[in-house]
């Protein structure tokens, strides 16, 4: 007897050496080092000598910011309404360093994806094919959602409150999420937005929503009568001369010059999310096609001397919504194309983008007639050196009269009315705490299903958990508060066993599987 318990043991301690040794070696391989060697480059002839300094420096300081922050690759691009003033592609699209980056590489542009769905509705309505201001069950008879709010809100929900990010809709779905990789269609994820909840009256506020996104691609995908992405490349795309861009996951496969995001200690991130999430994040595309998406908006609708979008649709997307809290701010837009002001009070517009260990940035000032652009395949709280460097880069720009201004663009009126900090329930009105709730205390975690990564990174996962995506539910001063992402947050009960926070977002124990902000949970403690 004591000899076989030796021998089990024996066995225990040997597996935990074998563990930390792939351990060891799992971590390792997360540290690759990079090398941000300048792999290709475009200068436009005849440019100054003090925009050639510019160019000089940040070239340097682009590397500099790879190394210091372990990007592997970048892609940036520099331009005005006549073209490309700079374009460059720095290190490598893997960790492998076999294919170096150019200009023409494609990475993921995620929520950049929504400036070209909110441009592609433009198309639409110059088209015919869609109304901003109809309620879209026009177009979706069957859609529904539930409201704590109003009934039938559906039925007052239009294109622009999706647009402008003020339909009330949540951030994310039960089916095609984030949180676990499926294998469902477009259509299955568009269906599961009946079963959310909208998170505030439509139109009454603004809240950030990626389903919002995809709701509005579906809706021109079925009145086109093709695929988003067919019907991205018909209005954008060929148009523009967009080669490398697109939202076909098959295509973004097998493309052979394709950056691969960045995650440590995982081998290559799921492309799935293309499938499902087409509006807000589907889109991979180069700095050279994003530079010309940002000549287009810069030359107000025309590609090489043709208006292809009259200007009053540029004007639209950059103008919020009469409708919305008439608070004066200074930051983002109402719609996808947000907008920013410099300390010098000049407009800068556009997007960022990030996930899959990827990051992307791309502004543009219409005033002065430029903009830029870097994609690094680099997680964003990595790639926070590539937006400090795409703003230092526009703003030297500026600041040195290396691009002249417009004073034309004085007399067009894009002010920004809109508050996003409006307040939501009244918490000290919620629901105390009830004896029954006893059964929800406890530790929850996302439930992460169709990820592939590093057999070693499912031993690690396995033994560390992961914390920061662990929702906590437990009681405080005499009510039911949650806790995730480091904000703690009051619970009131509407249904029982359905509970919302103070901003709407919802924490469900009425199926089989609880579900918080529209994820799946699995109890851990």
């Known amino acids: 007897m004591k000899n076989e318990s030796c021998n089990i043991w024996t066995k225990r301690i040997a597996q935990l050496i074998v563990v930390f040794a792939i351990l060891l070696v799992f971590l390792g391989s997360g540290c690759s080092s990079v090398n941000p060697k300048l792999q290709d480059e475009y ?14 420096e940040y070239r340097q300081s682009a590397q500099k910011f790879m ?18 003033l700079w374009s460059a592609g720095f290190g490598h699209t893997n960790r492998d360093h076999k294919k170096p980056v150019t200009t023409e590489t494609i990475f993921a542009a995620m929520s950049i994806t929504k400036v070209f769905t909110a441009t592609a509705v433009m198309f639409a309505i110059q088209d015919g094919l869609v109304e901003l201001d109809t309620p879209i069950t026009k177009y979706l008879p069957d859609f ?58 439509v139109g009454e506020k603004l809240l950030y929503s990626n389903i919002g996104m995809d709701l509005v691609a579906y809706i021109l995908q079925v009145h086109s ?7 991205l490349s018909e209005t954008i795309f060929r148009p523009l001369n967009m080669t490398n861009s697109t939202t076909d996951l098959i295509y973004i496969r097998n493309h052979s010059n394709r950056a691969i995001g960045q995650v440590p200690h995982i081998k290559e991130t799921p492309l799935d999310v293309v499938n499902f999430y087409l509006g807000c994040g589907s889109l991979f595309t180069s700095a050279k096609d ?35 809290y008439p608070k004066k701010e200074s930051g983002i837009n109402s719609w996808p194309i947000l907008r920013n002001k410099s300390k010098d009070e000049h407009r800068q517009f556009g997007h960022d983008g990030g996930g899959l260990g990827f990051g992307a940035y791309m502004y543009w000032y219409p005033e002065y007639g430029f903009g830029a652009v870097i994609m690094v395949n680099a997680s964003l709280s990595k790639g926070n050196g590539a937006q400090a460097w795409i703003n230092s ?41 009830q004896p029954e709730w006893k059964k929800y205390i406890g530790t929850y975690r996302i439930r992460w299903n169709g990820y592939k ?34 904000r703690h947050d009051r619970l009131d009960e509407y249904q029982p066993g359905l509970f919302f926070t103070k901003e709407g977002e919802c924490l469900d124990f009425r199926g089989d599987i609880p579900t918080w902000q529209n994820y799946r949970l699995k109890k851990i403690k």
């Open 43 to 56: 200068i436009r002839t005849n440019i100054n000598q003090e925009m050639q300094v510019v160019f000089d």
């Open 67 to 84: 190394a210091d922050e372990k990007v592997q690759g970048a892609s940036i691009a520099l331009v005005d309404r006549d073209g490309i």
């Open 144 to 201: 529904t959602v539930n409201s704590r709010f109003e009934e039938n809100p559906q039925e007052k929900i239009t294109l622009r409150h999706l647009l402008t990010h003020t339909s009330g809709l949540t951030f994310d779905t039960t089916v095609g999420n984030g949180g676990e990789m499926e294998n469902v269609s477009f259509e299955d994820h568009i269906k599961s937005i009946s079963n959310t909840w909208l998170r505030h009256e």
């Open 225 to 231: 009568g093709k695929p988003y992405s067919e019907y």
């Open 290 to 324: 994003l530079a010309k998406f940002i000549q287009f908006h810069l030359n107000r609708g025309r590609v090489d001397q043709r208006q292809i979008l009259d200007e009053r649709f540029i004007d639209i997307m950059y103008t919020p919504s009469p409708f919305l």
């Open 393 to 433: 880069i526009m703003n030297r720009m500026i600041s040195e009269q290396l691009v002249e201004r417009n004073e034309l663009f004085d007399n067009i009126n894009w002010e920004t009315e809109w508050n996003v900090n409006a307040i939501g329930l009244d918490p000290n009105t919620f629901t105390p705490y």
């Open 453 to 486: 990564p590093y057999t070693y990174a499912k031993i690690l996962l396995a033994l560390i958990g992961y914390p920061e995506y662990e929702a906590r539910v437990y009681e405080k001063d005499g009510y039911l508060e949650i806790l995730y992402l480091g």
